[in-house]
């Protein structure tokens, strides 16, 4: 009896010493699953907002069943055409005047004030929907391929500047309209806006922006896929015109009836007519363009070029 009463204490340390390690034990191992839960639930959190983000940013983007968007920026590069082929009638309104004789483009403005005003009112349209064309474009380009939002940027800021500079042109030949209605217009100032229009209008500052615009163009379809590739042919053809029209202005003096100088009808020709084909093939694929089940940037695009 003494002897089971004094190994009792004993026995009630060591079972409580057992006790403890094994709830120790337990704690530990809950301890470790619940750290596992977490980890698995961080996981899937995870998974869950990667997945939510991407069914956002896919339904946000240009390619998934909004085939409108595409058709919409269609529409506008056919209006930037529809707005540029309209004019060319009226220039051929009153004959053309010489180049150095003020007083002789006068009398023309003169007599030719309504198709001036005309052209310089289907500009301001022209200038709309390029600047909307280029801003959708831009965005084409930068969902397509984050990589390449520079070229849609480029895209843009180019559109921006040609529309800039060309405003000024526009203002130039409309104040020498206005100085016409009268017709006791000063021949030397009417000569000195109409000259200062050539450069700006149909010259080397606005085929270099152009050739800018179109080269950026043609380096984003290859870059990005969101048109087929040889759209971005014609795009490369169009800037190389237009660079190739720049010297024009060295080939001597103004004269309209010439093939290359400053004045002549060839780089009116092929520093226009390109960049417009160019337009009109891009603005007829995007609006005849179907949404891709599939959202992938380029996708149609990519079918097109096969």
């Known amino acids: 009896m003494r002897q089971f009463a004094a190994g009792l204490p004993e026995a009630l340390c060591s079972g409580g010493r057992s006790a403890l390690a094994i709830r120790w034990q337990l704690s530990k191992h809950e301890m470790v699953e619940e750290s596992a839960a977490l980890a698995v639930g961080g996981k899937a959190m995870a998974t869950m907002t990667v997945q939510t983000s991407e069914k956002i940013h896919s339904a946000d983007g240009p390619n998934t069943a909004k085939g409108s968007f ?5 529409v506008f590069g056919l209006a930037v055409v529809a707005l540029s082929w309209a004019q060319f009638p009226l220039y051929s309104m009153g004959g053309t005047p010489p180049a150095y004789n003020g007083a002789a483009y006068a009398q023309h403005l003169y007599n030719s004030q309504t198709a001036v005003f005309t052209r310089i009112l289907l500009d301001l349209g022209l200038y709309v929907a390029f600047m909307i064309f280029a801003a959708r474009l831009a965005y084409l380009v930068r969902e397509a391929r984050r990589e390449s939002s520079w070229l849609g940027t480029l895209l843009f800021g180019a559109a921006a500047v040609w529309i800039g500079v060309t405003l000024v042109a526009n203002g130039l030949e409309g104040g020498a309209a206005l100085d016409t209605l009268k017709g006791n217009a000063d021949a030397s100032a009417v000569r000195a806006l ?12 606005a085929f270099v922006i152009t050739a800018l615009f179109v080269g950026a163009a043609g ?8 048109l087929p590739r040889w759209t971005g042919w014609i795009a490369y053809l169009a800037a190389a015109l237009c660079v190739i029209s720049v010297p ?5 003096p103004l004269d309209y009836g010439g093939f290359y100088n400053a004045g002549g009808w060839g780089p009116a020709i092929i520093a226009n007519f390109p960049p417009l084909i160019w337009f009109l093939v891009v603005g007829i694929v995007m609006v005849r363009r179907k949404a891709t089940a599939s959202g992938a940037p380029g996708a149609e ?3 097109l070029t096969q």
């Open 194 to 205: 109409i000259d200062g229009t050539l450069p700006i209008y149909n010259g080397p500052i």
């Open 70 to 74: 595409w058709r919409w920026t269609g």
């Open 301 to 303: 695009a990519s079918r």
């Open 219 to 226: 380096y984003a379809t290859f870059s990005t896929g969101i």
């Open 248 to 252: 024009a202005i060295y080939a001597g």
